[in-house]
């Protein structure tokens, strides 16, 4: 009788040497789409900061400005990015290749982790500075030729992520924390929808997401809710003298949630590894 080797399934723990092979095949698949995501959103951005600058003179690239348009569009592109990460997932052409890879549900979803949540962050981070920089130099040049009087460099400083700065317009670290924990909040949603929806995913994503965020307002605001309550760990400067209460809703809002839904996007992923 002859016996024929069959290869077993493969194992649930994690295996550094096979979670870099599956890294390697995805950036070797993956590797146009993410630099085309780059070269449109660095298109947009310029295309905006022109609009933007021509019409005010170069006045509006003040440091504020520039972190309601960082944090504004790492929150959009960031989430159209989470929710495309598995879209092999959504066609039936592509969807048994992608999830017989040879790796575990944990490794994969690991892998989307650090992409996504990681990776990601730090590509816009470093394509909004290199676009800002020389921006930030000529609005610099133009507003004080024109306002030499009431020019005041320092509100025109470059807008540095998680940096603390000196600058009176610029954000503060904690508050960018925050944000920054929101936004992975936000791709864990998108990743979770677009595993759980399929075909479309991304529109049904965003749909039930302004569907919650609409009736959590209402909620929130029927009750009385607070925002410097939800907010109390980003904007208050005494963080030891506040209630347990308090202390309890912002850990369950701010790393609850946000473990909750990368905890519901590895679920999804098993699930669809079972079918």
Known sequence: MEFISVRGPESTTFSWPRWRRLARAHWAEQRSTYLGHLLVCSLLYIALLLFMLGVSGFAAFQTSMQAALYFGGLFLTGFVF??????AVARRESALLALMRPASVFEKWALCVVVVAIAYPLAYSLLFLAISWPVQQAAIAVRSALEPQAFKPEDYALFMPLAKMAARQAMPAAQQTGLLIAVWTLQAFAVAGSLYFGRASLLKTLAL?????????LVASMAGAQGDVLFAWWSSRRFASLDAGIHALNALLWIGLPALLWLQAYLHLQEKELL
Do not use: E, I, P, Q
Not at 82 to 87: I, K, Q, V
Not at 209 to 217: C, D, K, P
């Open 82 to 87: 989470a929710g495309r990460y598995f879209s």
């Open 209 to 217: 997401g302004f569907a919650l965020f609409v009736s959590t307002a």
